[in-house]
């Protein structure tokens, strides 16, 4: 089984007024992790396919500040028929940050409804992740 891993650059625009990063910086994180990892494991850029964010969850652990050396770990947890359920772990300096959890959704482009995963995709996403497709 394998997790996709990313760095994660923080910025001075995602910390608040205490100096931690913002909460919501924490969701653009995962999605620069999704992004990513559509590029290096469905071998695709993000525009090409049509998923969308049915449900984000975030809880959150310790603050992230500058200067923290940032990952963010995706794992793929199921596959269904039209959807992809994502679970992420936020290291800051190598202590979990915050833990979170994504559905993406696979959708017609032209009717916004969701539509099945494609075969390859499906497979792709099986072997990296080791699980069944």
């Keep these: 089984m ?3 891993v ?6 001075f625009a995602d910390l608040d007024p205490r100096g931690h990063v913002n909460n919501a910086a924490y969701a653009t994180y995962l999605e620069q992790t999704r992004a990513g990892w559509v590029d290096d494991v469905i071998e695709t850029d993000l525009v090409e396919i049509d998923m969308v964010l049915a449900h984000l969850e975030i ?6 500040e500058l200067g923290d050396d940032v990952e963010v770990a ?3 947890a199921s596959l269904g028929r039209t959807s992809i359920v994502m679970e992420y772990e936020v290291l800051a300096d190598g202590d979990r940050a915050a ?6 959704v696979i959708v ?5 409804r969701a539509r099945e995963l494609p075969e390859a995709m ?3 996403i099986a072997e990296f992740h080791g699980i069944e497709g």
Excluded: H, M, N, W
């Design 74 to 76: 995706l794992d793929v």
């Design 99 to 104: 833990a979170g959890k994504t559905v993406q």
């Design 122 to 124: 499906r497979a792709r």
């Design 2 to 4: 394998s997790r996709y």
């Design 108 to 112: 017609d482009a032209e009717s916004g």
């Design 59 to 64: 809880d959150f652990e310790r603050p992230i």
């Design 6 to 11: 990313a760095g994660i650059e923080v910025r």
